[in-house]
């Protein structure tokens, strides 16, 4: 069974840091495509960085320069980094991975992934 586990939300300041992590279980993720979307109230789902399956890497451009996705594959992990938070990133934070290879573009696209996690709340004031 495939399983992602989000952690690592919270309440920060305008101007601060969080990471947020995923541990992948029930498959080696190295070959995965991952991705991290974000959902704030009354908005759609967007995607805000991922990792194709050639380990190319997209962010979305209003993250751009301020968040860093990166994974460990000895631990199973993926990883967002987020600096230079701002309100406007406030949002529950999802992890999702997907088998299939895509092209980097598609992998911004929510319709693109089946395993998602539970997701993370961030918060910033």
């Known amino acids: 069974d495939v399983q992602l586990v989000e952690s690592g939300g919270g309440s920060v300041q305008a101007g601060g840091s969080v990471r947020l992590s995923c541990e992948a279980s029930?498959?080696?993720?190295?070959?995965?495509?991952m991705a991290w979307f974000r959902q704030a109230p009354g908005k759609e789902r967007e995607g805000v960085a991922a990792?194709?399956?050639?380990?190319?890497?997209a962010y979305a451009d209003s993250v751009k320069g301020r968040f860093t996705i990166s994974q460990d594959n000895a631990k199973n992990i993926l990883y967002l980094q987020m600096n230079s938070l701002k309100p406007e990133d406030a949002a529950m934070y999802y992890c999702?991975?997907?088998?299939?290879?895509?092209?980097?573009?598609?992998?911004?696209?929510?319709?693109?992934?089946?395993?998602w996690g539970q997701g993370t709340q961030v918060t910033v004031s």
């Open positions: 999702a991975g997907d088998i299939r290879s895509h092209n980097l573009a598609a992998t911004m696209y929510d319709v693109s992934y089946v395993y």
């Open positions: 990792i194709d399956s050639d380990r190319n890497i």
């Open positions: 029930g498959y080696m993720f190295s070959a995965w495509c």
